[in-house]
DNA sequence: TATTTTCCGTTGCAAAAGCAACACATTATG
DNA sequence: CATAATGTGTTGCTTTTGCAACGGAAAATA
């Protein structure tokens, strides 16, 4: 998520005033929250990596989410409709940042630094997280899972400014996230290496097509 | 969407005070808008119905969203990262008021009460806008036709407060929503007929599952 | 280091979804 | 009102995807 404010000092002003926090350290795998309604979390990755995800009746596991270090997330940039289990799991040793709101939008009453810099943020923080959404948005709408995957690869091959680059995930957890059957992906990518679009070693994709 | 303050004076003061806006009367099937890149428009829907819509590469046609009387729309909740086509399409004949911005979180000059509600409100519009696109990505995570077919009717449903309601879509509409082939969805709705879970007659759905 | 657990890669088979085509109904439009 | 355009409903066939299962690689853990 690109913020367009010094996400450091504001994570340091969070640290230091308000007193409604709570630091916590997690190992890999554990439940770091579980998103509940009507309460208005803010949490701050502060190092690891984590994904929220879901599971759905069918005992489908989705990965709404991937977050690394300095990733916001919590409630409050996600209003639960539905009664599905949406949690944060850690997938590396985790530090998190914990913030509980009654009013996300209301100052609190000491009206520290923390506060005001987050008023003044906020929109423009949600606002990344819209353009997220809405980039995954596009991932799902695409009818194939080679074109999910090409897609995917793009947009990392964007982000990273180069045609090569490390999956963020492992192949079972990308599957996940592009919501599809596993073993469908690795055909489906063994096919993209057959036909010359991507080549790949271990983790790290190199895109071939111009 | 639903909002926390009061929309309808809102368009009122958007109408009566920042001069830099535009009204503009659509007729069926016209282009509103096109999304472009480093433009923030904000658009009010007054009147009719009118959907965003992307066209692929492969000439697949997605409905992003869908929009009703008093929906906000524009770059401003959609930051354009991939150069696919956005525009947005008037379903009935529409009213729209366009306004653009340099940059959406500043004031304008005057301090017009627009603007001053404006940049009140903006955060939980936005965030309005986020519980929208984390549905419509739940949605779209479902695995099977008849999963999604039962998460959209389900969340109809509980818009309406009811087991039986209208679609917003035509049913080559609700395809290109859902993201699947139409006529597979035309089996798929006929075959949930015939396995008791919903009566369809005409646009009205009226579920039968507890 | 030995052992358990997770992940990768693959396959055969079944199920689901997409594609293309068509007839008919309904809705716009000259 | 006649005609065109669009939407609905259906079907046969093909392709894609999902499911289940398995062996081996890699990584975590005792």
Redesign the pocket.
């Known amino acids: 998520m690109n913020t367009n404010f010094d996400i450091e000092n504001f994570i340091l002003d969070f640290s230091n005033s308000c007193q409604k926090k709570q630091k916590k350290i997690f190992s890999?795998?554990e439940v770091v929250t579980t998103y509940i309604k009507n309460r208005n979390q803010l949490c701050i990755l502060l190092d690891g990596n984590a994904d929220l995800v879901r599971y759905d009746l069918?005992g489908?596991r989705t990965i709404v989410e991937h977050f690394s270090k300095n990733a916001l997330f919590g409630e409050v940039f996600y209003t639960i409709t539905t009664n599905n289990e949406l949690l944060v799991e850690a997938k590396s040793n985790c530090t998190v940042l914990f913030y509980s709101y009654d009013d996300i939008f209301h100052k609190c009453r000491n009206n520290c630094k923390f506060h005001q810099t987050l008023s003044e943020n906020l929109p423009q923080l949600i606002l990344n997280k819209v353009t997220d959404l809405n980039m995954r948005i596009e991932l799902l709408t695409k009818?194939?899972?080679?074109?999910k995957l090409l897609g995917y690869f793009s947009l990392l091959s964007t982000r990273k400014l180069s045609t090569s680059f490390e999956l963020p995930f492992?192949?079972?957890?990308l599957a996940d996230y592009l919501?599809?059957?596993?073993?469908?992906?690795?055909?489906?990518?063994?096919l993209l290496k057959e036909d010359g679009f991507i080549e790949?070693i271990?983790?790290r994709i190199t895109l071939l097509y111009k």
Chains 1, 2 share one sequence.
């Open positions: 890999k795998n069918n489908n009818r194939s899972t080679r074109d492992s192949l079972t957890d919501s599809v059957d596993r073993s469908a992906m690795m055909r489906e990518l063994k790949k271990g983790n």
